[in-house]
């Protein structure tokens, strides 16, 4: 059964969390991330889920803690945004590397300093090379789907690691959106019961973990991790195919908006995708043949999905609402950049840096976008590769 | 506000942030007058604070003031003292940043004894992120994320900042404002570490969670709830439950940390 409702971002990943009802949630608050575990410890508290739920004394604790519990064997969840996801970051790397299944959501916010509590993905950005499995989710329907197939992603067998579910903060977690969620049994029964294959304190099978680890096995267990990102690939096409049966909505690694027969294509990430879209439907009933690529995961990288979907495409403008300061433009753009090479039919790739601290992207912006690669394409010829949208003179 | 006090604000900063009733202002008022009744250089004062409602104070002083990371103030004030031992630094915290995330820091400057004096905001929640339980919420309070009341146990700040190894603590509280400001007075001129927790009201997140919702009602409660360290030792452990014990705890001289420092440097360069 699917019922529409209208929740904030927030909320529906709450609900999502409700219906998982994971062993064990450690949390402490932070903007714009609180309301989850607030509303999730209420749920806690009203004895609507089995969850034990840790009020820890910093996120460095709340990972380390979801740690403790799911080397327990425990399906074990937290929830963080921007500073708090940068003090969890010694832990982030232990829990990929202990290969395990934590689902946790990240509300994006802008990394201090200067202080600042708005939306960008400098957060999730910083921890693109943890090992980490990372989502991201363009609202809070999507917010909702991405959390209950992380658990099924995290889980399997092949990939067991942790993954991250980003939406942007304020953006997406406050605002009120309408979405589709669908019965607790439904989602109960898509998620399964957690059947950990190794774990702490099992009686007939004592293991350690953790352990120190030097140059003769830590590079095959790096390499391993390889492997298992490689594995989620396919697991996470494989999930949202059965996701699909449940609720209706397919998910694959990345979404192609009107590519087919695209001359210019905008790659952006989250909320912002639906703003492309928006724009490239004006542009398209103009006679500009325009398209919007949405990575809906961005580790591991959907190298071949994203070549596949741009290979047509004349001029690529790869929006990043993060900065690298390698003064060579954002993360994703060296991504795309990167995927493209092999190709060589000389598709202009060009950056804009949009965003950073909540800075409102506008429909103006994403036209002058979409304008700038028009002439990129008529031209031939890139005058800035890497470019600033709404940004003071 | 007295004119003569404006000096020490960035007016152009105002109105705050903080919600009616909220008792940061006062706090924030009663550091004001210490520094201003001591006279002191405000040039040679530094504001350093961490996170969470009590954190925005120093973006409406008008001196030398850094806003830092959750719970590191103290850190960056250590830092600042050793780079510059002739400036007065004063740390602006909360029970949140300071007993929780900060907590492993707090211990440390208490225990190295540092001429930091540190000022805590207790408002007994995280009321910047709308009311979770924080290490100072009261056994039994309820928070957001304590809805049926809280089963931790709560620290006594003052206590552990005594058992840590500070050398000036006191405790008042925002209706208690002439006392409240002489504690801040002392602690200001005390060298070592020093500790005023300033107890202070949150009716927005605290009261309403704890029919306390009118900021009269918390003025009351902190009141009719407060004992003098005097009568508190009078008194049975099951008297002085949820009650708020002001006064100063402990005011003794230690070995300063910068101090010895510089000591160990002359001694280094065999100067002694």
């Keep these: ?34 309301e989850i575990v607030q509303i999730f410890s209420s749920f806690v508290a009203n004895g609507e889920v089995d969850t034990e739920f840790i009020a820890v004394e910093s996120e460095h604790s709340a990972m380390s803690a979801a740690i403790g519990a799911a080397a327990g064997g425990a399906r074990a969840m937290t ?57 991201f989710s363009e609202n809070a329907q999507e917010a909702y789907d991405n959390m209950i197939q992380a658990v099924r992603i995290a889980e399997h067998p092949d990939v067991r690691l942790p993954v991250m579910v ?43 973990m953790g352990n120190f680890d030097m140059y003769d096995f830590y590079f095959e267990h790096k390499r391993q991790q390889v492997e298992a990102m490689k594995a989620a690939r396919e697991i996470i096409k494989e999930v949202g195919k059965e996701f699909a049966k449940i609720s209706g909505r397919e998910y694959g690694l990345i979404e192609a908006y009107k590519l087919d027969d695209a001359d210019v294509a905008v790659v952006v990430l989250n909320s912002a995708a639906g703003t492309a879209k928006g724009v490239a439907d004006e542009l398209r009933a103009k006679g500009i043949r325009a398209g919007v690529l ?49 190709l060589k039919n000389d598709i202009k790739v060009v950056n804009y840096i949009y965003g950073l601290g909540g800075r409102d992207l506008r429909l103006e912006h994403v036209e002058q976008v979409f304008e700038d690669l028009e002439n990129i394409r008529k031209t031939g010829r890139v005058d800035e590769t890497v470019k600033y949208l709404g940004l003071r003179d | 506000m007295r004119k003569s006090l404006e000096k020490y604000y960035r007016i152009d900063k105002l109105p705050h942030i903080w919600c009616p009733g909220c008792g940061n202002g006062i706090v924030t008022g ?13 040039d040679k004062i530094c504001i350093v604070s961490g996170i969470g409602c009590s954190s925005r ?52 400057a208490c225990r190295r004894n540092i001429d930091i004096t540190t000022i805590v905001f207790n408002n007994n929640i995280y009321g910047m992120t709308s009311g979770q339980y924080s290490p100072l919420t009261p056994l039994g ?7 049926y009341g809280n089963i931790d146990r709560n620290f006594d700040l003052c206590k552990l900042a005594e058992a840590a190894g500070a050398t000036y603590v006191a405790r008042g509280t925002v209706y208690h404002v002439p006392q409240l400001i002489k504690f801040i007075e002392k602690a200001l001129q005390h060298k070592g570490f020093s500790v005023v927790e300033a107890v ?14 009118s900021p009269v009602k918390m003025m009351e409660m902190l009141r009719d709830n407060s004992v003098t360290v005097k009568a508190a030792e009078k008194m049975s452990k099951e008297e002085l439950t949820n009650k708020i014990v002001i006064g100063e705890f402990l005011d003794v001289n230690a070995p300063e940390y910068v101090e010895e420092y510089m000591k160990i440097i002359k001694r280094a360069q065999g100067e002694e």
């Design chain 1, 1 to 34: 059964m699917k019922t529409k409702v209208a929740l904030t971002g927030n909320e529906a990943v709450a609900q999502a969390m409700k219906q998982i009802n994971p062993d064990v949630v450690a949390a402490y608050p932070i903007t714009p991330q609180t």
């Design chain 1, 79 to 135: 929830a963080t945004s921007s500073q708090g996801l940068a003090l969890m970051f010694e832990v982030v790397y232990i829990a990929a590397s202990m290969r395990l299944p934590i689902v946790f959501p990240v509300v994006n916010r802008a990394l201090s300093g200067p202080i600042n509590i708005h939306c960008d993905h400098s957060d999730a950005m910083g921890l693109r090379d943890s090992g980490v499995i990372q989502l």
């Design chain 1, 166 to 208: 980003n939406m942007d903060g304020f953006i997406t977690s406050h605002a009120m959106d309408v979405l589709e969620v669908l019965d607790d049994e439904t989602v109960r029964n898509f998620v399964g019961t957690y059947v950990p294959e190794d774990y702490l304190l099992d009686a007939k099978n004592p293991i350690s």
């Design chain 1, 294 to 342: 949405k990575p809906r995961v961005y580790r591991p990288f959907p190298q071949d999905e994203i070549r596949e979907a741009l290979k047509g495409v004349k001029a690529v403008a790869v929006m990043d609402r993060a900065e690298t300061f390698s003064t060579c433009g954002g993360p994703m753009f060296a991504d795309i950049r990167n995927t493209l090479y092999d």
């Design chain 2, 30 to 42: 009663a550091l004001v007058r210490a520094i201003d009744n001591l006279k002191l250089n405000k």
């Design chain 2, 57 to 108: 104070a120093p973006g409406y002083l008008n001196f030398n003031t850094l806003h830092t990371t959750h719970g590191r103030a103290l850190a960056f004030a250590t830092g600042i003292k050793l780079a510059r031992p002739e400036l007065k630094v004063i740390v602006l915290t909360g029970d949140g940043d300071c007993a929780a995330i900060g907590g492993n820091h707090f211990i440390h």
């Design chain 2, 141 to 147: 309070a309820y928070a957001t994320t304590a809805p």
């Design chain 2, 200 to 213: 202070s009201t949150c009716p927005t997140y605290f009261g309403r969670k704890n029919k306390l919702a």
